[in-house]
């Protein structure tokens, strides 16, 4: 079974600071990866996904690594801002099932 | 309309009560997925439709029954809920799952859903 693990639970940082969360996973046998923001009590909305085939992707302040082999996968949000405000979700997909990690909740102080 | 739509998204409900949560997408999708998310516990995958057939059921009581008419749409029916069945539950929408490339999820805003 698949298990996805996302470090910190919680990151509270000054707006301008670049953020790093991490993810990682057990099955390196993975389809994609996807890096979803939920705001509370609100939908998910998808901000990256990265094919296995794939070391990176990019998109604006965004960008996602994945290292397949060893299981992880980074999200940095460069010069951060009080609307980067969120809960942010890591999942991986085996076949077509997404299995997702708890969270990280970032906060950025004005 | 575009992307996933959900409907209600709030519902309060008491145990014996029938009801249904609806979910249409409007991407061109023929798989459709439900999602439960419990406070502070992962996403927790319930079913999965693909081309209207059910192709999981990921130990979900069976006081949840899911339906799926055709490919834009999706049904969660409820009957005789207990209070712990509470938490938001999310639809979710992608291409077919047939190949490496396809699965990107498009998730609908959810419907939090109370049950007392």
């Known amino acids: 079974k698949q298990e996805v693990t996302q470090i910190p639970a919680a990151l509270s940082v000054p707006e301008g600071e670049n953020l790093v969360l991490n993810c990682s996973f057990t099955?390196?046998?993975?389809?994609?990866l996807q890096w979803f923001r939920q705001d509370p009590g609100k939908g998910l909305t998808s901000l990256l996904l990265i094919q296995s085939s794939q070391r990176e992707q990019t998109s604006g302040r965004l960008n996602a690594s994945l290292d397949k082999s060893s299981g992880r996968s980074t999200l940095y949000i460069a010069a951060s801002q009080p609307g980067d405000s969120a809960t942010y979700l890591c999942?991986?997909?085996?076949?077509?099932?997404?299995?997702f990690g708890a969270g990280t909740t970032v906060t950025v102080r004005a | 309309e575009t992307g996933v739509t959900q409907t209600p998204r709030h519902l309060v409900m008491g145990m014996t009560n029938k009801k249904s949560l609806k979910c249409e997408q409007h991407l061109g999708h023929n798989a459709m997925y439900w999602y439960k998310q419990s406070a502070k516990k992962p996403l927790e995958l319930m079913f999965v439709?693909?081309?209207?057939?059910?192709?999981e059921n990921n130990s979900v009581p069976s006081r949840f029954s899911p339906e799926c008419p055709n490919s834009s749409h999706l049904f969660l029916h409820l009957h005789t809920l207990q209070p712990e069945d509470s938490a938001l539950y999310l639809c979710?929408?992608?291409?077919?799952?047939?190949?490496?490339?396809?699965?990107?999820?498009?998730f609908g805003p959810g419907t939090r859903l109370t049950v007392t």
């Open positions: 439709y693909s081309l209207e057939e059910r192709v």
């Open positions: 979710a929408s992608s291409q077919d799952p047939g190949g490496a490339e396809a699965y990107e999820q498009y």
């Open positions: 099955d390196s046998a993975i389809y994609n």
């Open positions: 999942a991986v997909a085996n076949d077509y099932k997404l299995s």
